[in-house]
Structures are given as C-alpha cells and as structure tokens.
C-alpha cells in the first residue's frame, strides 16, 4: 500500500482531489492508520482513481461516475462519442464559416428584391447560444420524418440577438406543423425584402448576412430576418436564402 501522496504522485492527481472523492464517497481509503490518521491505498483503490480521472477526461460528471455501474457506464461512453462527433462537426462548420468570412471580399452574391405578404412559422424556438441552433434543427427534422410531412422549404427566424444569445425558431409553414409537440409560432410581417443566395452551404450564411449589410443601395427596416432552405426534389444538397427587410 501507498500513502495517499505516494498515491497521488503514482496517479498524477492532487492530495487534495483524492481526499474529495473520498469525501463524496468513490474511493475510500484501504486503510486509515488510527493513531495518525494517515492514509493509504491498495492497488484496487489506485485502480479507482486512475478510472475516475479517464472518465473525467471523457467529460462524465461525476455524479455520473457515483450512480452508473459498469454496464450503465458503457452505455453513457458511447452516447459521449455520439456528443464528441456532433461537436467536432459543429466546429467544423464554424470553422468553415471562419474561413468564409475571412474571404467575404470575394462573395458574388446573387439578390433580388421580393414582397411578401404575412405567414405564420412554428417550429422549436432557442433562447441561448448560437452553438444550440442545430440541435433545433434535429428535433424539428425528427418531427417532420416522424410524421411523414412532405416539405419543399423550412426557415430558421431571427427574432433578437444579442451578443452571442440569440432567440431564433427553427420552423415550417404554421399549417405542415400541425400536431408538433412543444412549439413556438411566429408571425413573419409581410413587406418588401432582399433575398440573397448562400455561397457555400451553412458556413456561407454569416458572410452573406454581413455583405447584406454593407450594401449601401438599401436600407434595413425593423422586422424579422430569416434564413429560407429550399428543399428542391431530387437534390442531396438545400438552396439557402437570406431574406431581409428592407424600405
């Protein structure tokens, strides 16, 4: 046995995070010497300590890591590799859309002026980061598939942005969603706007909405902005549009 700095040196962990996790009960002590109080750990227990810190590299709480057995563990690690490989491709696209806007000097963007007249969207409304758009989309894709809703475009709304907090709806046209669970409706005001075509996918929108406006032929008017994807039949890939109000 080892005494726990031994232990902690062997397990590259610090005194005082061993003395926690025995405080919260994952790993006790094999032995505590009753006169000084000075503890020591057995191989068993140096084996707890270096699993803990792998599953805590892995991003497991560790309140995870007290309540799962070792069946349930597994179970929990793949669903981490699931969340791992979404937020490498989230930051693929960021990066992505990095690179295109560092470049947004050589955007030829097609546009043309529309007016609409009022439509409702509903669809699955975030409250926070920017980060949290795609997993709307998820859910609001899930649903359509679920209820064998045939739909040629969707919108994704802006509806307040601030810093990097944005609410936003992921939606389609109010009368597809009928019997969606959970939804937010909005009303998108009818008016006249300037629609511009996506170069590039997802990663192009933020470069397209910044080249809008430093267009100086057109001026912005209060009301919602949007993104519109145009599911065309036949095509693996969407139509992107940018459609923002204008006077």
């Known amino acids: 046995m080892l005494s726990i700095g031994k232990t902690a040196r062997l397990v590259r962990m610090t005194v005082k995070a061993i003395k926690y996790y025995e405080e919260i ?111 709307k989309w998820q859910i609001l894709n899930s649903e359509i598939e679920g209820n064998s809703v045939v739909v040629e475009e969707s919108f994704g709304v802006c509806l307040a942005m601030e810093g990097e907090e944005i609410h936003y709806i992921a939606g389609i046209k109010s009368n597809l969603s009928e019997g969606f669970p959970d939804t937010e409706e909005v009303i998108i005001p009818g008016g006249k706007f300037i629609v511009a075509t996506v170069e590039g996918g997802i990663p192009g929108i933020p470069a397209t909405y910044d080249a809008i406006i430093k267009m100086d032929t057109i001026t912005l008017r209060e009301c919602y902005d949007f993104e519109r994807y145009i599911h065309p039949v036949g095509f693996t890939e969407d139509v992107i549009e940018i459609w923002m109000p204008i006077n």
């Open 25 to 135: 009960g994952i790993v006790k002590p094999a032995f505590v010497n009753p006169d000084s109080g000075y503890r020591f750990y057995a191989s068993k227990e140096q084996q707890q300590l270096m699993r803990i810190k792998i599953l805590r590299s892995f991003g497991v709480s560790l309140s995870d890591i007290l309540s799962e057995g070792d069946e349930q563990m597994e179970i929990l690690l793949m669903k981490r590799g699931q969340q791992i490989e979404q937020e490498m491709d989230k930051l693929k696209v960021m990066k992505e859309a990095l690179e295109m806007y560092l470049t947004k000097e050589e955007i030829q963007m097609e546009t043309r002026i529309v007016e609409i007249e009022d439509f409702k969207v509903k669809g699955y409304g975030l409250k926070g980061p920017l980060a949290q758009i795609p997993s």
